[in-house]
């Protein structure tokens, strides 16, 4: 099934706030999701593992970490930024976009000996840059090679869909005759 990018950008927030993400945090989730969805990768897929993965897990968050580069990125033109142990890695990538158009540069994630490139706008980047729990080296670069193709609309894996509903339904409040009452839904009567 396919899916507009603001349907996947609303569903994204909702879900991102289900799992009890701020709702400022949960609005940049749904930004990343898009803008990775907009870039040709399955962000639905990388929010969904994100936000089912075990408690235990003591990888960082990386849309914390994708703030912490956006908040501070004119400190990229000193030099690299390290990150240990961060989950999927690709939920890095829209926020070293929203970096690069800050400092009008090119920027690289390397992660697992695989490197994605992005000037703020095109993306270079291999499909597999899931890997959970590897370390992160964020950097400047020269130019974006082999930028991936613009999407228009998502289609994400039903399984990962089905799992944003499932966290975007716990924001839902329930439906109550008093509610109904005063206006929510049709009340007592249907006139459609």
């Not at 969805?37 to 897929?45: K, Q, T």
């Not at 914390?64 to 890695?89: H, K, Y």
């Not at 008093?178 to 206006?183: A, D, K, P, T, Y």
């Amino acid at each position: 099934m396919s899916f507009s990018l603001n349907e996947v950008e609303a569903t994204a927030k909702r879900a991102a706030r289900g799992a009890e993400y701020s709702w400022g945090m949960a609005e940049e989730a749904a930004k990343a999701v898009r803008w990775l969805c907009a870039n040709d990768m399955d962000g639905v897929h990388e929010l969904a593992k994100l936000l089912e993965r075990d408690a235990e897990d003591q990888a960082a968050c990386p849309l914390r970490i994708g703030t912490q580069i956006t908040d501070n990125a004119a400190n990229l033109t000193q030099g690299s930024m390290d990150f240990p142990e961060v989950a999927r890695p690709a939920l890095v990538l829209p926020f070293l976009a929203f970096a690069a158009r800050q400092v009008d540069l090119c920027l690289s994630l390397t992660s697992n000996g695989q490197t994605a490139k992005t000037d703020g706008h095109a993306l270079s980047s291999p499909n597999e840059m899931t890997s959970p729990g590897q370390s992160l080296v964020i950097g400047v670069c020269d130019t974006v090679d082999s930028p991936r193709e613009v999407a228009s609309r998502a289609t994400p894996i039903p399984e990962d869909w089905a799992t944003l509903n499932r966290w975007a339904h716990l924001t839902y409040a329930p439906a109550t005759e008093e509610s109904r009452l005063l206006g929510a839904g049709a009340g007592l009567s249907d006139n459609d």
